[in-house]
């Protein structure tokens, strides 16, 4: 952990629990005051053929600034994620959107030149008071809806779980995009840097190292536990008819490289025989004798064990009944 050593994580066994920066009841007060002080809230709007640029801040934004580019001046929508749309200001690219949604107040330094700003309800007041063209987004958090006034219209509330990143592929899905292409998403450092503009609010943020197949990772637990939503969120906007695309690097791409890993049976089963865990329980051996009753087995019985694993299921029917027992496994391992 930081500060006193570092924690290892495979990416595929974490139970990562994130716990709000911000108590509920200051969270809701913000809730609560921000609605009832902004009208326009985000709804769902129809699908269209537009596309949305989301921008992260991850260190790989630098290099992949003039794809931005490009898909500016082609007029796609660019979404700024928190700090990056100063960034974007600072490169000539003035963003459609600044999307927040962390509810400290010093997020207010975040704050650049958008066309729009969507703030999420939990934002701290003072964000709102500094900027004009503001619609109001709710994420999908329990109890949320309790401290909402009335409202005339329709809402929606905005998933994707604990950060802005998944957050705004799904607020970007919900108004109408359904092309979204990913830049400086990540969710890990390189070297020293969490982010390709210094970002203060940052600096003590708790570092974990995770790891992917055989890469290792430096990342924030925030960062850590949306690398591992990040396939979800990826799969049911695949499944609601999006098309995504990621230029970034680091853990997120090794992420994307292994939900895109396809492999044989047999393939699959061999890299499950190198984990000696799974070598510790024969289910065939446990069920040896209900296959004997079942199948009425005898010494004078051939038997073959398809899929026989380490063969210990027809070994043991081999013993208890002297049956002729062929074992077929395609794991050469």
């Not at 290892?8 to 509920?24: A, F, K, W």
């Not at 326009?40 to 709007?45: L, R, T």
């Not at 051939?302 to 208890?320: L, N």
Request: charged letters at 20%; proline letters at 3%; hydrophobic letters at 35%.
């Amino acid at each position: 952990m930081y500060g006193g050593g570092w924690k290892h994580l495979p990416l595929s066994s974490m139970d990562i629990e994130i716990i709000c920066n911000t108590d509920d009841e200051t969270l809701f007060e913000q809730v609560a005051f921000n609605s009832r002080n902004n009208s326009k809230w985000v709804k769902e709007v129809p699908a269209h053929d537009g596309h949305a640029v989301l921008v992260g801040g991850g260190p790989s934004l630098t290099e992949n600034l003039h794809q931005i580019f490009k898909r500016y001046e082609l007029g796609q929508t660019i979404f700024a994620l928190n700090g990056s749309a100063r960034f974007l200001n600072a490169h000539g690219i003035a963003p459609h959107y600044q999307v927040i949604l962390d509810a400290r107040p010093e997020n207010i330094g975040l704050l650049a030149d958008a066309q729009k700003y969507l703030l999420s309800s939990q934002c701290h007041p003072s964000l709102f008071a500094c900027v004009k063209n503001v619609e109001i987004w709710h994420p999908a958090i329990e109890n949320l809806e309790a401290h909402l006034p009335d409202h005339k219209d329709e809402y929606a509330l905005i998933g994707g779980g604990t950060t802005i990143g998944l957050s705004a592929m799904c607020l970007a899905y919900t108004l109408g995009y359904r092309k979204l292409h990913l830049f400086g998403y990540d969710s890990s450092h390189r070297n020293t840097l969490g982010h390709a503009y210094h970002q203060p609010m940052n600096d003590r943020d708790v570092l974990v190292k995770v790891t992917v197949e055989d890469q290792v990772f430096t990342s924030s637990l925030t960062m850590a536990r949306q690398a591992e939503l990040f396939p979800t969120v990826c799969n049911n906007l695949n499944d609601l008819g999006c098309v995504i695309t990621c230029n970034s690097s680091g853990l997120i791409n090794a992420v994307i490289k292994q939900m895109n890993t396809t492999m044989t049976e047999a393939e699959k089963y061999e890299k499950m025989w190198g984990k000696k865990i799974y070598r510790k329980t024969a289910p065939g051996e446990l069920i040896a004798d209900l296959a004997i009753k079942t199948c009425s087995i005898s010494n004078e019985s051939t038997v073959i064990d398809f899929g026989c694993g380490t063969g210990r299921g027809g070994k043991a029917i081999k013993e208890k009944t002297g049956a002729h027992v062929t074992l077929v496994d395609f794991a050469n391992n």
